[in-house]
């Protein structure tokens, strides 16, 4: 796929805002045939550019589990290092998120855990296994603040 233009940008902006805004919509506020969009939509996702779709659950009701927010350092940052790290974090699906970070650590990683016991084992088996790791710090989160949020929409009776 080329560069992207005006109008990818702005149908990436409303998918954002809200991924289940019908193709249609997203169509006419882009001002695109619903065909154009749909092709537009799928070139990005056959790019990669659009990697998925998802909902934010708001677990606070139905779960309790706590984010632990950890911050990784490898002891080399070469191209190897962060390969041979970012490969075997791929392995674990605890691990929900990880950033290539600028500053202080290498890496930041988000996990989800029940309680201090869960996270203890993750630790074990898991974080201080990776390759390359030289220093873990972890924080657990208190209570999510703030989520993306689709916008509220009014949405049609059909």
Same mark, same amino acid.
């Given at each position: ?18 991924? +289940?805004?019908?193709? !249609?919509? /997203? ?7 619903? &065909? #154009?969009?749909?092709?537009? *939509?799928? @070139? ?6 659009? +990697?998925?779709?998802? !909902?934010? /659950? ?7 589990? &706590? #984010?632990?927010?950890?911050? *990784?350092? @490898? ?84």
């Amino acid at each position: 796929m080329t560069a992207l233009d005006a109008i990818d940008r702005n149908i990436l902006r409303l998918l954002r805002l809200d991924a +289940r805004m019908s193709n !249609a919509s /997203v169509a006419a506020e882009v001002g695109l045939s619903p &065909s #154009a969009c749909l092709r537009r *939509i799928k @070139l990005m996702e056959q790019a990669g550019i659009i +990697r998925g779709y998802t !909902a934010l /659950v708001d677990t606070s009701d139905i779960e309790t589990t &706590s #984010a632990v927010i950890i911050n *990784i350092t @490898l002891e080399r940052q070469t191209e190897d290092h962060l390969d041979r790290f970012e490969a075997a974090v791929r392995k674990h699906p605890e691990i929900r998120e990880c950033f290539l970070m600028t500053g202080g650590s290498d890496y930041l990683l988000r996990v989800e855990v029940a309680n201090a016991g869960e996270f203890e084992r993750i630790h074990k088996e898991i974080l201080s296994t990776l390759p390359g790791v030289s220093r873990i710090h972890s924080s657990f989160a208190i209570r999510n603040v703030f989520a993306t949020k689709p916008k509220t929409r009014r949405r049609s009776k059909c």
